[in-house]
């Protein structure tokens, strides 16, 4: 457990740091959601994927895109982070991040993992694929129950043992949301996990967003959110890879305590992602609000857009709302993310003052 102090010194040095970033912005992940079609109906989706086709653009695109990023912003420090949709189910998927790859950048993926074959998993490393983050949320028939994919689960833990046995990735990590339904389930997924060579178990709570708003049953409980922060604090006091995401700010006890770094919203300051349509927004998980998108790659240029757009971002959330402008831990929360903040209402659907502490 780290020193108090030390906490408090190195949340300030976070917050003055990311408020430098109002200004001087730093691109570090960069979001390309290939696609909008998915071969599995999640309840949770934020961006309510499924069996839908958009207009997606042609890979000619985003050859051009990355032509340009690479120009104005280069390739070092910099992620492409891979989704959709399944991403692998864009037929131009290999065209696209090969090329990506002969121009330097880094890349991982977010998948499913049903359709890696072995074969696919060694094409994955050849185009240049550093990490990827497949998800289980469940025993088998949880998972497959909320997913809403019969076999969803036997094909994804094939898919990664495909991933493990051809090797040669920075991280195979496997991501896991965790809901009221499936948290009774830790113990059993951490047994299984720890069993199989990933590097990492990622461990998130449901959000109250996009699919998820309609089963409210599924969303966590203050006793879930609770039993499941400590579960994770519990299991990296004993050395192992488990952390929770970078979804909101937890206070003082927990803070550094989940993960490997303090809370902050990445929202437009490390952050920007671009839709299967092509429009610029910040995280591919807030909701998707006209007078949030940022412009369109079809017609502006990204840099562009990075560095002149985005103001509804570089800024605190906590500014739109009394309850968390008053609040003693507005310094270091801000308000909290982005992607769980109620846009009619101007206040964030979860707030963890009034779970953890």
């Not at 025993?139 to 994804?156: N, Q, S, V």
């Not at 959000?207 to 203050?222: C, D, H, I, Q, S």
């Not at 500014?319 to 003693?328: G, L, S, T, Y």
Request: proline share 3%; charged share 30%.
């Amino acid at each position: 457990m780290i020193d108090v102090n030390l906490k408090l010194e190195g949340m300030d040095t976070l917050a003055d740091y990311r408020r430098s970033l109002f200004e001087k912005p730093r691109l570090r992940y960069l979001f390309l959601e290939l696609t909008s079609r998915c071969n599995e109906r999640c309840l949770h989706c934020g961006s309510s994927c499924g069996d839908i086709v958009l207009d997606e653009m042609p890979a000619e695109t985003y050859y051009r895109f990355l032509d340009e990023v690479k120009a104005d912003l280069g390739t070092d420090d910099k992620m492409l982070c891979i989704t959709g949709g399944e991403p692998l189910l864009r037929r131009e998927f290999f065209d696209i991040m090969g090329y990506a790859h002969k121009l330097g950048f880094a890349w991982g993926m977010t998948t499913n993992a049903t359709l890696i074959t072995r074969e696919t998993a060694q094409r994955l490393r050849d185009a240049g694929m550093a990490t990827v983050s497949v998800s289980i949320d469940g025993l088998e028939p949880t998972h497959d129950a909320f997913r809403r994919t019969p076999g969803g689960y036997k094909l994804a833990m094939r898919g990664i043992e495909n991933l493990l046995a051809v090797g040669g990735f920075k991280t195979v990590q496997v991501t896991t949301v965790v809901t009221h339904q499936n948290i009774g389930e830790l113990d059993e997924l951490f047994a299984i996990f720890d069993k199989m060579d990933i590097d990492s178990w990622r461990i998130l709570g449901i959000e109250p967003m996009g699919r998820a708003l309609k089963y409210p049953e599924l969303l966590l409980t203050p006793d879930d959110h609770r039993h499941l922060i400590n579960y994770i604090r519990d299991k990296r006091m004993a050395g192992e890879p488990v952390c929770y995401g970078c979804s909101h700010y937890l206070g003082l006890e927990y803070e550094h305590e989940v993960r490997d770094w303090y809370y902050f919203c990445l929202a437009g300051l490390y952050t920007a992602s671009i839709t299967a349509n092509g429009d610029i927004i910040a995280c591919l998980d807030i909701e998707r609000r006209p007078e949030l998108v940022q412009g369109n790659i079809l017609r502006d240029r990204f840099s562009e857009v990075w560095q002149n757009g985005f103001k509804a971002f570089r800024r605190d959330l906590s500014d739109d709302c009394e309850k968390c402008r008053n609040c003693a831990e507005v310094a270091h929360c801000h308000g909290d993310s982005f992607h769980s903040w109620d846009f009619e209402k101007n206040e964030p659907r979860l707030c963890f003052k009034d779970i953890l502490w």
